[in-house]
Every structure is written in structure tokens, then in C-alpha cells.
Nanobody, 126 residues
Framework: QVHLVESGGGLVQAGGSLRLSCAASGLYFSASALGWFRQAPGKEREFVAAVGWSSSNTVYADSVKGRFTISRDNTKNAVYLEMASLNSEDTATYSC???????????????????WGQGTQVTVSS
């Protein structure tokens, strides 16, 4: 059984930083693509960042490019999202997602992912 558990969310002032973690179990982690998505109240879920089975294969939403960094640690079966220069628009529930990577996959599409965590809340105060 696959489990994804996010942590690291919280309340932060605008301009601050947070590091989200997602611990995975029950899947072939090193061969999986991993993504971070977020959903604000009253809005649809949106793509934030993803990393392929290779750590060098990353993709970001334009809204977070240059501020957020996704990384993975295959020795710990974990994926991280370093968030800096946070603003109120970043307030949302952040969830990690995973699926066995495949050539030509669209890591930005939430529908492509098989497994999801419960999410962690990030609130940015202005």
C-alpha cells in the first residue's frame, strides 16, 4: 500500500520561507515521478512543481519559478519543496503526488498521478 505524507506547512509572513517534505512508502520511489500541487479555497488544484526519476528533470509553474525548488532524496524516499519569497497568493493546501515515471509523461497534469498525500496547509500572512 502506497502512502505519501506531507509535512512542513504552517503560518509564515510574506517574504518568508518554508520547506515542505513528503515521505513516501510502498512504491518504487527511485523510478517514480513526483509532483507538488496546491489548492486554495474556492480555486481549482494547480500544478506547482515536479521532478522526474532523474533529479535533473524538473519543471515549475511560472508563478513559482525562481522562488520554489523541488528536490528528491532517493535514500530517504522523500521529495521536498523549498519555498522562498512567499506571498499571499501562495496560501493553499499543498499536496504531493507520485506515479511510476514513463517517457513522454506530462508531470504537470494532476490527472496523470496515481498516488496522493493528504496535504499540508501553508498560510502566508501579509
Amino acid at each position: 500500500q502506497v502512502h505519501l505524507v506531507e509535512s512542513g506547512g504552517g503560518l509564515v509572513q510574506a517574504g518568508g520561507s518554508l520547506r515542505l517534505s513528503c515521505a513516501a512508502s510502498g512504491l518504487y520511489f527511485s523510478a517514480s515521478a513526483l509532483g507538488w500541487f496546491r489548492q486554495a479555497p474556492g480555486k481549482e488544484r494547480e500544478f506547482v512543481a515536479a521532478v522526474g526519476w532523474s533529479s535533473s528533470n524538473t519543471v515549475y509553474a511560472d508563478s513559482v519559478k525562481g522562488r520554489f525548488t523541488i528536490s528528491r532524496d532517493n535514500t530517504k524516499n522523500a521529495v521536498y519543496l523549498e519555498m522562498a519569497s512567499l506571498n499571499s497568493e501562495d496560501t493553499a493546501t499543498y499536496s504531493c503526488a507520485a506515479r511510476r515515471a514513463a517517457a513522454g509523461s506530462t508531470y504537470t497534469d494532476s490527472a496523470w498521478y496515481t498516488y496522493w498525500g493528504q496535504g499540508t496547509q501553508v498560510t502566508v500572512s501579509s
